[in-house]
């Protein structure tokens, strides 16, 4: 461009001149900015994120059928949706494909839409942990964490030690895309009822209190398997009605004296029980039995693994059959012997409270899916009896059966986050 001297005119050159180098300068800042977020995420929540009311809308996630209809009941549609998808091929990503998608960080975290969020002020001061336990199928894993993640919280994935490669470089990459979901530090080889069960959730809520960038509140312990009844915004609210206290089940542990009063030992790849006889535990405490699941106060993680009295207990439940169904519940049940924090005072009676998980065990309850190992692995059939209950999560679901189930719940759970009264289904 050639600057005349008249003096209106050299105005215009400068102006223009000053646009053209301003517009260059931002243009390589957007360039290394897009450079330096290929590889990491880096969510900025120090406020809340507005969203419109139009944004605030349903969306639908699921094009093919109607959610709503099947989360209502329908029994008509119901059959009709069953006939969808068993006459339907469904195609499912594996164990490479999520690897391959998480290698461009930003890419990924735009496909599955993690960078959209609400945020209120009460959860942003309210963090969480979770730990989330898998063996198999990134996808499912990947289902889970979007459905509960938020750039506040702070997430520990173990993988077994014996998965296969493909699912810890898929889970390896997927955590790699985030600052706040990391891999755990020490993977055990699960065996279904050992102790390396409960030992997978305890290495996790090490390294979690060992991070200091998050000052977590609660830590909820889930498997791949499960999914959220509740949001984010919704479990912040049930915790801090809890005040401090623990959400365990406790219950009689009568029927299962067979699972601790000898010393068992893991054969091959199951737990078998010795004709060693065990002593009595420590303390004089009552062996109390409970659920696997849990959520737990920082307190209360504290104190399960770093007090003296604990730590002789977990001992002592080490060569027992399904230790993760006893020592969580008998710390509870016991804690007015041995002084542990973050409960509730009423021993048995908290039970009432006990929040973690729906799970549908064969002939206690109806499932219209399937029994694995006497658990229901739900169907479209469950949906409208799930979000009536106030559990936090349901347990469990399998993505590739039924592909609707999790679809629907997961369509239903999403709109529900971005409701205007995010309690009001309490």
Same mark, same amino acid.
Request: charged content about 25%; some cysteine.
């Given at each position: 461009m050639v600057?005349?001297? &008249?003096?209106? %005119? &050299?105005?215009q050159c400068a102006f223009f001149v000053t646009t053209l180098v301003l517009f260059f300068f931002h243009y390589v800042n957007f360039l290394n900015q897009r450079k330096l977020s290929k590889n990491r995420y880096t969510p900025n929540v120090q406020t809340p994120r507005l969203i419109s009311w139009k944004?605030?809308?349903?969306?639908?996630l699921v094009f093919d059928i109607d959610c709503q209809r099947i989360i209502g009941g329908d029994k008509i549609y119901l059959d009709y949706a069953r006939r969808v998808m068993k006459s339907k091929e469904y195609e499912f990503s594996n164990d490479a494909d999520m690897k391959i998608k998480a290698k461009?960080? $930003?890419? !990924?975290?735009?496909?599955?839409?993690y960078g959209y969020f609400f945020l209120s002020k009460e959860e942003l001061e309210f963090p969480l942990a979770y730990t989330i336990l898998t063996h198999k199928d990134a996808v499912q894993t990947e289902k889970l964490l979007r459905a509960i993640y938020r750039p506040h919280n702070i997430y520990c994935i173990h993988v077994d030690k014996s998965?296969? =490669?493909? &699912?810890?470089? =898929?889970? *390896? *990459?997927? *955590? $790699?895309?985030?600052?706040?979901? #990391?891999?755990?530090?020490?993977?055990?080889?699960?065996i279904y009822a050992s102790f390396s069960r409960l030992k997978a959730d305890l290495n996790c809520m090490t390294d979690l209190l060992r991070r200091t960038d998050v000052h977590w509140k609660y830590v909820v312990n889930l498997p791949s398997q499960e999914y959220p009844l509740k949001t984010n915004a919704e479990i912040v609210k049930i915790l801090k009605l809890f005040n401090g206290s $623990?959400?365990?089940?406790? &219950?009689?542990?009568? %029927?299962?004296?067979?699972? !601790?009063?000898r010393s068992h030992k893991v054969v091959g790849n199951k737990v078998k029980p010795t004709n060693k006889k065990k002593k009595l535990p420590p303390y004089g405490i009552t062996i *109390? %039995?409970?659920?696997?699941?849990?959520? #737990?106060?920082?307190? #209360?993680?504290?104190? $399960?693994?770093?007090?003296?009295? =604990?730590?002789?207990?977990?001992?002592w !439940?080490?060569?027992?059959?399904?230790?993760?169904?006893? #020592?969580w519940a008998t710390l509870s049940k016991n804690s007015h012997l041995i002084n542990v924090p973050g409960l509730f005072s009423d021993g048995f009676n908290g039970n009432r409270l006990w929040i973690a998980a729906t799970v549908s065990w064969k002939d206690k309850r109806n499932c219209h899916g399937k029994y694995v190992r006497f658990i229901c692995v739900f169907g479209i059939g469950d949906l409208k009896e799930l979000v009536s209950q106030n559990t936090l999560f349901a347990n469990k679901f399998y993505h590739d059966y039924q592909p609707l189930a999790l679809k629907c719940l997961e369509e239903w759970h999403y709109n529900k986050t971005l409701s205007q009264i995010p309690f009001d289904s309490l």
């Open positions: 600057c005349v001297r &008249l003096r209106g %005119k &050299l105005i944004q605030r809308s349903p969306r639908r461009h960080c $930003s890419r !990924f975290l735009e496909i599955y839409d998965s296969s =490669a493909s &699912l810890h470089n =898929a889970m *390896a *990459a997927i *955590a $790699s895309c985030f600052p706040n979901v #990391f891999i755990v530090s020490k993977t055990e080889d699960v $623990s959400s365990i089940e406790v &219950l009689s542990s009568n %029927k299962y004296h067979h699972r !601790f009063e *109390a %039995k409970g659920s696997v699941y849990g959520v #737990f106060s920082r307190s #209360f993680v504290n104190y $399960s693994l770093n007090d003296v009295r =604990a730590q002789k207990i977990l001992k !439940f080490e060569d027992t059959y399904s230790p993760d169904e006893f #020592f």
